[in-house]
């Protein structure tokens, strides 16, 4: 643990973050200063979406909704007999698009307000979480490297083999509710072509396709609010008690979903990194660059993103004004000490420049200056936490998740 730790603050002194290369996230772009959450809200705020909408992630789509949905499958004697086991095919009401399928449980003994819930994508299916062979095997695109995935399709093998990443027993004896589906029934990971519900949500221009038309990501976030217009019908769940959790990509995806949708009460953007939770500007020589992430993954993105590859200098934002715009609620950053290429270090700063935004508010933000010692969780309301270990996403993890939603949601 002390190597560790001493690497990071290696790596903190070696590449430090200065917050005047930083644009301020509580100064307009015509220089007016914000002085009250009453600018705040009605000025800034739409002011900054507007500029991540318009230079990173790309158009929020407008497609009109009405979400409709039919149970598959049900077991009310799941985990023991503590919880119930439910998947449900939600539908948007768009014309031949496809539903999403939702993978839910919760304690059967919960409050009459319902339970608090975590709310996210998974990686690889439905099916990977759970042994239940009645839970559903997606038929979109999938990384092959994923369990039980063959030819780029899921298959039987990978029932129950993703557990870990959603150790839905776990949640439910901790008194929380889930509500999961997989990325690809929005959009599957792919940079080659787009499906799922994607081409149906935002249909390809017949003319020259917009820089800044809607990317992956923006995509995935509309989903999480399209799970969440469930979620608040339904009398399990308490409706001012929800959470979004991804990790990696999905974890950028949460923040964006959170900054969105002021329903999400408390966010958990774990490992999200670069494009997520990590600051364009920066100098770590161990961490993904804007120009390294749009190269290997240009569907994440808007094509407008691509023009600051060089420069990220030019950004009218960055990260910090992302993590702000989720004020005054409760947002975890969670790291790994072997997951330099997340940038753990700037992670941290990014909470410190958003801080004075959540003070706008009357609220804490994050309550140290300093890097915390790995493995001690900084429960404020702007939190950090770095584990030992590797990129991923675990029970040690949940535990963390859940003692920080105990605080700040249950």
């Given amino acids: 643990m002390r190597l560790a730790l001493s690497l990071l603050g290696a790596l903190l002194m070696a590449s430090p973050l200065i917050a005047a290369d930083f644009p301020d ?12 959450k009453d600018d705040w809200n009605e000025k800034r705020k739409p ?48 014309k031949d698009c496809p539903p999403m399928h939702l993978l839910m449980a919760f304690p059967n003994e919960r409050p009459k ?50 557990a870990k990443v959603w150790p839905l027993e776990q949640i ?13 029934d929005v959009d599957p990971d792919t940079k080659d072509s787009r499906g799922g519900m ?33 979620v608040v019908t339904q009398p399990e769940f308490n409706a001012k008690r929800i959470a979004a959790v991804g990790h990696s990509r999905l974890g950028k995806t949460v923040l964006v979903a959170t900054a969105f949708d002021d329903r999400i009460a408390v966010a958990f953007p774990h490992q999200a990194g670069c494009g997520g939770t990590a600051p364009s500007r920066q100098s770590n020589p161990k961490a993904e660059s804007v120009k390294r992430i749009n190269t290997s993954f240009p569907h994440w993105f808007s094509a407008s993103f691509k023009d600051f590859n060089d420069d990220t200098a030019k950004l009218p934002f960055d990260q910090h004004s992302l993590l702000a715009l989720c004020a005054p609620r409760a ?62 996403m675990n029970a040690e993890d949940w535990k963390v998740f859940a003692g920080f939603a105990d605080k700040w949601m249950k």
């Avoid at 996230?25 to 009250?36: E, I, R």
Wanted: hydrophobic share 35%.
């Fill in 113 to 162: 307000a319902g339970s608090p819930v975590f709310v996210g994508m998974n990686f690889s299916g439905n099916h990977t979480l759970t042994a239940d062979d009645k839970i559903r095997i997606p038929t979109a695109w999938m990384y092959d490297n994923g369990p039980g995935v063959k030819k780029n399709r899921a298959t039987e093998e990978g029932r129950g083999k993703a």
């Fill in 331 to 392: 947002v975890l950053y969670s790291n790994a000490t072997e997951d330099q290429w997340a940038n753990p270090t700037g992670q941290f700063e990014m909470m410190k420049l958003a801080t004075p935004v959540y003070k706008l508010h009357g609220a804490e933000g994050i309550c140290a200056t300093e890097f915390p010692e790995v493995g001690h969780v900084l429960d404020s309301r702007l939190g950090y936490w770095i584990r030992e270990g590797k990129h991923e």
């Fill in 198 to 230: 994607r081409p149906f949500i935002t249909p390809i221009p017949k003319g020259p396709v917009p820089d800044d038309f809607p990317s992956t990501i923006m995509c995935w976030a509309w989903g999480i609010h399209r799970a969440v217009d469930y």
């Fill in 172 to 184: 439910v004896k901790a008194g929380y509710g889930v509500v999961t589906f997989y990325s690809g």
């Fill in 25 to 36: 996230p509580l100064v307009m772009s015509d220089g007016s200063k914000v002085a009250t």
């Fill in 47 to 94: 002011e900054l979406k507007e500029l991540f909408q318009k230079h990173m992630y790309g158009r929020y789509p407008g497609v009109r909704t009405k979400i409709s949905a039919k149970v598959l499958h049900e077991d009310e004697k799941a985990f023991g007999g503590i919880g119930t086991l439910r998947e449900v095919e939600l539908s948007v009401g768009i």
